[in-house]
């Protein structure tokens, strides 16, 4: 990032980190409805500063409109469509976002070069049909469809069927102190017993300063198998050398493969 996005932004780097930051602020995002919850992720999203927000929704402002988006008026009624009235007031809420409008039907041109889609009060022929456009492109353009109905609300997201996820639950990387290791199949860790290791099925660790079992102390990750609140298996460590003390256990973000399922697939 550039020095005058890091001030401008330094807030949200706090709160997502810089590496979430930098990819936000390249981001292409269309959103197609604008009513009440349109407008308001549109809001939202251009004061957190991708680098362009593209509006659709070619229906003239309707008197009800007024109700929920706060950017029309009385003078658009019947007379622009929802896109065209608030996209002037939209981009003044941030000026390093490009905001623009586009009218007609949403086609495979328009999703080109898109980071994310976002529909909202869209029909179910119409989300099905978006839905397997953003899916065809490659890399496939994320797909959120949501709508708010009172209290209640809906959401779907599809990123396709390649997303690689390189942080799944955004936590910081817990840590535990080793208290001791066998020499089996599988090999069984053990962790002081002042603090639980916090570890889960499936998560890679790295270990550091074991003494002994030195072949531990590589910076290869590897998958445990959670087996208590202070104790955990890895691979087969009958061959190797007996462990004497000491050692620090990591986790590690491993990337890993999430296929979503399609629209069409989960509606039905």
């Known amino acids: 990032m550039h020095s005058k996005d890091t001030d401008l932004y330094s807030r949200q780097i706090g709160t997502f980190g810089m590496e979430t930051m930098g990819k936000l602020i390249q981001m292409k995002v269309l959103i197609s409805g604008l009513r009440g919850l349109g407008v308001?992720?549109?809001?939202?999203?251009?004061?957190?500063?991708?680098?362009?927000?593209?509006?659709?929704?070619?229906?003239?402002?309707?008197?009800?409109?007024?109700?929920?988006?706060?950017?029309?008026?009385e003078a658009d009624v019947g007379k622009r469509s929802r896109a065209q009235a608030c996209a002037a007031q939209l981009s003044q809420l941030n000026p390093y976002v490009t905001v623009s409008v586009h009218s007609g039907p949403v086609s495979e041109e328009l999703l080109s070069g898109l980071s994310v889609a976002v529909f909202s009060e869209a029909s179910q022929a119409e989300l099905l049909?978006?839905?397997?456009?953003?899916?065809?492109?490659?890399?496939?353009?994320?797909?959120?469809?949501?709508?708010?109905?009172?209290?209640?609300?809906t959401c779907f997201v599809d990123f396709g069927e390649h997303f690689t996820c390189r942080d799944k639950d955004g936590?910081?990387?817990?840590?535990?102190?080793?208290?001791?290791?066998?020499?089996?199949?599988?090999?069984?860790?053990?962790?002081?017993?002042?603090?639980?290791h916090g570890f889960?099925?499936?998560?890679?660790?790295?270990?550091?300063?074991?003494?002994?079992?030195?072949?531990?102390?590589?910076?290869q990750p590897?998958?445990?198998?959670?087996?208590?609140?202070?104790?955990?298996?890895?691979?087969?460590?009958?061959?190797?050398?007996?462990y004497v003390c000491e050692g620090i256990v990591s986790q590690v973000n491993v990337p890993h493969t999430i296929a979503f399922?399609?629209?069409?697939q989960s509606w039905l």
């Open 40 to 73: 308001e992720t549109a809001k939202n999203l251009i004061l957190a500063g991708p680098a362009a927000v593209i509006l659709h929704d070619d229906a003239l402002v309707e008197m009800r409109d007024l109700g929920a988006n706060f950017y029309l008026s």
């Open 129 to 153: 049909r978006c839905n397997e456009l953003c899916r065809s492109r490659s890399p496939a353009v994320g797909f959120v469809a949501a709508d708010c109905f009172g209290l209640a609300a």
């Open 171 to 196: 936590e910081e990387p817990r840590s535990a102190i080793v208290a001791g290791v066998t020499q089996e199949n599988p090999g069984a860790v053990h962790c002081h017993h002042d603090r639980r």
């Open 200 to 219: 889960q099925d499936g998560d890679w660790v790295t270990f550091r300063e074991v003494q002994g079992m030195a072949e531990l102390n590589s910076s």
């Open 222 to 242: 590897r998958q445990i198998k959670v087996s208590g609140p202070y104790s955990f298996t890895i691979e087969d460590t009958s061959g190797y050398s007996a």
């Open 261 to 264: 399922a399609s629209y069409g």
